[in-house]
Nanobody, 117 residues
Framework: QVQLVESGGGLVQPGGSLRLSCAAS????????TNWYRQAPGKQRDFVAA???????NYADAVKGRFTISRDITKNTVYLQMDSLEPEDTAVYYC???????????WGQGTQVTVSS
């Protein structure tokens, strides 16, 4: 059972920045992909960003140019740097990992991000 622990959420003003962290209990290179999703109240959970074990990245159109996903292999941690935050970014942000060979997938518990003045 893989454990994922998100941190770094909080309250920030529009235009501000936050960095989320997702710490995994196993080596992040063992995952085919590590993704961030978000879910606003009353809405479905949406894809935000992904980084594969080869280092390729992908972003949702809504966050391109503002969010950056990265990783520290030595710390088994994936980050989501969020800049130029907007009220529409308010949501619970979840970390997700997937292993294609075994079809295993795991979710973190989520961290709240609130963008408000």
């Amino acid at each position: 059972q893989v454990q994922l622990v998100e941190s770094g959420g909080g309250l920030v003003q529009p235009g501000g920045s936050l960095r989320l962290s997702c710490a995994a209990s196993e080596g992040i290179l063992s995952f085919s992909t590590t993704n961030w999703y978000r879910q606003a109240p009353g809405k479905q959970r949406d894809f935000v960003a992904a980084i594969t074990n080869s280092g390729a990245t992908n972003y949702a159109d809504a966050v391109k140019g503002r969010f950056t996903i990265s990783r520290d292999i030595t710390k088994n941690t994936v980050y989501l740097q969020m800049d130029s935050l907007e009220p529409e970014d308010t949501a619970v942000y979840y970390c997700y990992v997937y292993r294609w060979r075994s079809s295993e997938e795991y979710w973190g518990q989520g961290t709240q991000v609130t963008v408000s003045s």
